[in-house]
C-alpha cells in the first residue's frame, strides 16, 4: 500500500503561474523526495528534504516539511509549459529499511502557454 | 558521470514466458533499488541489493527476483509472466556514502505482456 497521498490528482494552471501540490504520509520517516516524470519515462529527483528540516529551496522550487502534520508541500514558481509532468513525493520510512521509497499517486500538473 | 541506465527499453512477451531485464547504476554507486509502476497501483518497490545482497524486500511474489554482480550492475527477471506484470520497471542507484537516501532513477523498461 502506498504511504503518501498527493493532492491535487490533477493540476491546471496557466504559464506564469504558481503550482502547489501537496503530500501527506502516514508513519515516521527520515527523508522526503520529490520526483518528476514526463509521460512514463525514468523519475528525475528534484529535491531532498531531511525529516529535521523544515524548508528547502532549489532553482524556482520551494519544499517545506511539517513533520507534526505528517505533509510536504512542493512549490513551482512562475511556471512553464515544460514543467507539464507528474510530480510525485517519495518517503524513507524510518523503519522501512535501505533505501526503499515509498511513493504517492503523484500530481498530473498541465501548464498551459 | 553518466547516468543509470537500462536495458532493454522496451520489451513484449507473452504470458507463462520469463523475462530478464538489466540496470547499471551510476559509477560508484553500489546499491541497485527497483521498483514497478502500473496506471492501477502506482509506483511500487520490488527490492534493493546492495554488494550482491538483497537487504530489502517488497511484498511481490517469488516469481519476481532479482540479483546483482561485483560491479554493482543488477538483473530483475520475472518468471511465468502474467498480463498484470505488463508495467514499467524502474531502477535507481544510490550511494552508500550519502548520509540519506538520494535515489537516481534510469528511463525504465517497458514491459508489455500478451
Known amino acids: 500500500s502506498q504511504q503518501g497521498e498527493e493532492d491535487p490528482q490533477a493540476l491546471s494552471i496557466q504559464e506564469g503561474e504558481n503550482a502547489t501540490m501537496n503530500c501527506s504520509y502516514k508513519?515516521?520517516?527520515?527523508?522526503l523526495q520529490w520526483y518528476r516524470q514526463n509521460s512514463g519515462r525514468g523519475l528525475v529527483h528534484l529535491i531532498l528534504i531531511r525529516s529535521n528540516e523544515r524548508e528547502k529551496h532549489s532553482g524556482r522550487l520551494r519544499v517545506t516539511l511539517d513533520t507534526s502534520k505528517k505533509s510536504s508541500s512542493l512549490l513551482i514558481t512562475a511556471s512553464r509549459a515544460a514543467d507539464t509532468a507528474s510530480y510525485f513525493c517519495a518517503t524513507d520510512l524510518l523503519k522501512g529499511g535501505y533505501n526503499k521509497l515509498i511513493f504517492g499517486a503523484g500530481t498530473r500538473l498541465a501548464v498551459h502557454p | 558521470k553518466a547516468g543509470v541506465t537500462q536495458t532493454p527499453r522496451y520489451l513484449i512477451k507473452t504470458r507463462g514466458q520469463q523475462v530478464t531485464l538489466s540496470c547499471s547504476p551510476i559509477?560508484?554507486?553500489?546499491?541497485v533499488s527497483w521498483y514497478q509502476q502500473t496506471p492501477g497501483q502506482g509506483l511500487q518497490f520490488l527490492f534493493e541489493y546492495f554488494s550482491e545482497t538483497q537487504r530489502n524486500k517488497g511484498n511481490f511474489p517469488g516469481r519476481f527476483s532479482g540479483r546483482q554482480f561485483s560491479n554493482s550492475r543488477s538483473e530483475m527477471n520475472v518468471s511465468t509472466l502474467e498480463l498484470g506484470d505488463s508495467a514499467l520497471y524502474l531502477c535507481a542507484s544510490s550511494s552508500r556514502t550519502a548520509s540519506y537516501n538520494e535515489q537516481f532513477f534510469g528511463p525504465g523498461t517497458r514491459l508489455t505482456v500478451l
Open positions: 559509477s560508484g554507486h553500489r546499491s
Open positions: 508513519t515516521s520517516i527520515n527523508n
